[in-house]
């Protein structure tokens, strides 16, 4: 699945960029600790987390993922998004919480 095929059947925020659209989502990552997701998140994974700060740019970046979904409403920095639109990072936010959008997500084939 797509990013942007995510953002048409969640009804998800898309706040970064639009080049990141077209990339293939091939797993989910749920995590908040950003030492153990970088020593276990995997190329192309769609990361879910309530950490909004620039070093969940810097994880995402560094580990390839597809998009971080930011849940539980948490509001996202205007630098922390300024950096996620210069490394092409679709920023995704929903007030769902983590669980609600994990369980989406397995509903959705991922």
């Not at 699945?1 to 995510?6: A, D, H, Q, R, T």
């Not at 994880?59 to 998004?81: K, R, T, Y």
Request: hydrophobic share 45%; with cysteine; glycine share 6%.
């Amino acid at each position: 699945m797509k990013v942007s095929e995510l953002i048409q059947k969640t009804g998800w925020n898309n706040i970064s960029t639009d080049d990141s659209m077209q990339k293939e989502i091939t797993g989910v990552y749920v995590g908040d600790l950003l030492s153990w997701v970088m020593g276990k998140g995997e190329q192309g994974q769609a990361w879910i987390t309530v950490q909004s700060h620039i070093n969940v740019i810097a994880v995402a970046v560094l580990l390839e993922f597809s998009c971080v979904i930011i849940a539980d409403e948490v509001s996202v920095p205007d630098d922390v998004l300024a950096k996620a639109k210069e490394e092409n990072l679709a920023i995704i936010t929903t007030n769902s919480s983590s669980y609600e959008c994990t369980r989406k997500l397995i509903e959705l084939g991922l």
